[in-house]
């Protein structure tokens, strides 16, 4: 079974950045579409960015012009790097794996970013 670690959050002032990373227990995407999700406390966990087995990625609005998701192949690593980041950004972000044909999906158990204004 495939695990997937997050790493990275933590506490940053508005406008700030922070890059989460998500490594897996082993080498998985080119099977796996890859995607950063969110939630915040009392709301619905949502998608952030994804990048698929391709090498396409696409964002939430929110995300879009600040946020960027990236892999690194060789170490079985998807970035999230989170430029000018506001108080609503605040939540626990969650790394998925989504395999590309069964439809198999695997979490990681989080890391928070908080945002302070």
């Known amino acids: 079974q495939v695990q997937l670690v997050e790493s990275g959050g933590g506490l940053v002032q508005a406008g700030g950045s922070l890059r989460l990373s998500c490594v897996a227990s082993k080498s998985i995407f080119s099977m796996y579409n890859m995607g950063w999700y969110r939630q915040a406390p009392g709301k619905q966990r949502d998608l952030v960015a994804a990048?698929?087995?391709?090498?396409?990625?696409n964002y939430a609005d929110s995300a879009k012009g600040r946020f960027t998701i990236s892999r690194d192949n060789a170490k079985n690593t998807v970035y999230l790097q989170m430029n000018s980041l506001k108080p609503e950004d605040t939540a626990v972000y969650y790394c998925?794996?989504?395999?590309?044909?069964?439809?198999?999906?695997?979490w990681g158990k989080g890391t928070l970013v908080t945002v302070s204004s």
């Open positions: 990048i698929t087995s391709g090498g396409t990625t």
């Open positions: 998925n794996a989504n395999h590309r044909i069964s439809g198999i999906s695997i």
